[in-house]
T-cell receptor, first 110, second 113 residues
Framework: DAKTTQPPSMDCAEGRAANLPCNHS???????VYWYRQIHSQGPQYIIH???NNETNEMASLIITEDRKSSTLILPHATLRDTAVYYC???????????FGTGTSLTVIP | GAGVSQSPRYKVAKRGQDVALRCDPI?????LFWYQQALGQGPEFLTY????????KSGLPSDRFFAERPEGSVSTLKIQRTQQEDSAVYLC???????????FGPGTRLTVL
């Protein structure tokens, strides 16, 4: 049970912002939202995570709705190297496993 | 600093052979996880260690799969009598402690002929 729903694929023009949505309508109060990405033939790479508040780091921004039932990962200026599968995961702070689902395949177009 | 490393990166086995896959977690990380990723799918949880204790092995698909972490650092995933359906990428991840961000290694691609 992945507990999240993501579109299977998206395209984004190079240099534009990529906005990747995720629905997690059954999220519990103690569950964090994590985002990872996986570039072909590599292991998943941590991007960002949050609980309630919006978060920003050097890679991306995470916007979580007030009811926490959905979130959006924003890559502000997509580059070709951002082409990857992006996974949205919800996990409790005391959890010991991630449910990845099938993610969103993002293609950045020149 | 060094990330999670896995070896070998690629392994080809004949059906029925035993294989052993190694994971070196980030130094000081208490928690270690194994995942299996079939082609075109997301990673699926296999098992979890807290130090040397295997606290969750609910994801291991059969009793042919065995994992150990005897000294609470390096871990080995062993698959006995490999079958074609075992062909997948096996990913290892570690975290500072339970519930913290997991950092993944590059994976071992196992192909069973």
């Amino acid at each position: 049970d992945a507990k999240t729903t993501q579109p299977p694929s998206m395209d984004c023009a190079e240099g534009r912002a990529a906005n990747l949505p995720c629905n997690h309508s059954t999220i519990s109060g103690n569950e964090y939202v994590y985002w990872y990405r996986q570039i072909h033939s590599q292991g998943p790479q941590y991007i960002i995570h949050g609980l309630k508040n919006n978060e920003t780091n050097e890679m991306a921004s995470l916007i979580i709705t007030e009811d926490r039932k959905s979130s959006t990962l924003i890559l502000p200026h997509a580059t070709l190297r951002d082409t990857a599968v992006y996974y949205c995961i919800v996990s409790p702070q005391t959890g010991n496993q991630f449910y990845f689902g099938t993610g969103t395949s993002l293609t950045v177009i020149p | 600093g060094a990330g999670v490393s896995q070896s070998p990166r690629y392994k080809v086995a004949k059906r029925g052979q035993d294989v052993a896959l190694r994971c070196d977690p980030i130094s000081g990380h208490v928690s270690l996880f194994w995942y299996q990723q079939a082609l075109g799918q997301g990673p699926e949880f296999l098992t979890y260690f807290q130090n040397e204790a295997q606290l969750d092995k609910s994801g291991l698909p059969s009793d042919r799969f065995f994992a150990e972490r005897p000294e609470g650092s390096v871990s080995t995933l062993k698959i006995q009598r490999t079958q074609q359906e075992d062909s997948a990428v096996y990913l290892c991840a570690s975290s500072f402690n339970r519930g913290d961000t997991q950092y993944f290694g590059p994976g071992t691609r196992l192909t069973v002929l």
